[in-house]
Nanobody
Framework: VQLQASGGGLVQAGGSLRLSCAAS????????MAWFRQAPGKEREFVAA????????YYADSVKDRFGISRDNVKSTVYLQMNSLKAEDTAVYYC????????????WGQGTLVTVSS
């Protein structure tokens, strides 16, 4: 599956952004989808994940109650709604896909930069 992330940009602290990740090439519903991020000088970290049908979601503690992950299996797209953004949310955000039988995320998008000004 190929992934194309979009929606990043510059936003003031306290603001909101919605990231999108469009998938193509394989049956989208067979993949667990996730968002990761990598801040300058830091390792990549998990942000959120969503199950095949959207029935289960998982969040890093740092974004819980502020971010929401969702998916539209008809449009083959996963979203990350980011609210109450903080300067520490500044990072390149990557979407990733994990096939049903796989134990790791084997497909990655190109990343979209989110910059939060304080």
């Amino acid at each position: 599956v190929q992934l194309q992330a979009s929606g990043g940009g510059l936003v003031q602290a306290g603001g909101s952004l919605r990231l999108s990740c469009a998938a193509s090439g394989r049956t989208f519903g067979n993949y667990v989808m996730a968002w990761f991020r990598q801040a300058p000088g830091k390792e990549r970290e998990f942000v959120a994940a969503i199950s095949y049908d959207g029935g289960a979601t998982y969040y890093a503690d740092s974004v819980k109650d502020r971010f929401g992950i969702s998916r539209d299996n008809v449009k083959s797209t996963v979203y990350l709604q980011m609210n109450s953004l903080k300067a520490e949310d500044t990072a390149v955000y990557y979407c990733a896909a994990r096939y049903a039988e796989s134990s790791s995320y084997g497909h990655w998008g190109q990343g979209t930069l989110v910059t939060v000004s304080s």
